[in-house]
Nanobody, 126 residues
Framework: QVQLVESGGGLVQAGGSLRLSCAASGLTFSTYAMGWFRQTPGKEREFVAAISWSGGNTGYADSVKGRCTISRNNAKNTVYLQMNSLKPEDTAVYYC???????????????????WGQGTQVTVSS
């Protein structure tokens, strides 16, 4: 059974930092590209960042570019999202997702991902 378990969310003041983690099990992690998405009530799910299976290629939403870094450790079956200079508009539930794909490209589209975590809440106060 595939499981993606996010952690690291919480309450932080604007300008602060958080590091989200997503631990994967039940799959061959190194054959999956990984992504982070976020959602707030009443809004559609939004792409945040993605990383290829090897970690050699990454992609970011314009809204977080320069403030967030996605990385992965295939030996630990874990993907990370380092978020700096957080803004109140970053407040959302953050989800990690896994996409069975060993190519170079990363995907911004949630419907291309095969598995999802349960999410972790990030709240940024002003």
């Amino acid at each position: 059974q595939v499981q993606l378990v996010e952690s690291g969310g919480g309450l932080v003041q604007a300008g602060g930092s958080l590091r989200l983690s997503c631990a994967a099990s039940g799959l061959t992690f190194s054959t999956y590209a990984m992504g982070w998405f976020r959602q707030t009530p009443g809004k559609e799910r939004e792409f945040v960042a993605a990383i290829s299976w090897s970690g050699g290629n990454t992609g970011y939403a314009d809204s977080v570019k320069g403030r967030c870094t996605i990385s992965r450790n295939n030996a630990k079956n874990t993907v990370y999202l380092q978020m700096n200079s957080l803004k109140p508009e970053d407040t959302a539930v953050y989800y990690c997702a896994a996409r069975l794909f060993v190519g170079w490209a990363v995907s911004l589209h949630g419907d291309e991902y095969n598995y999802w975590g349960q999410g972790t809440q990030v709240t940024v106060s002003s």
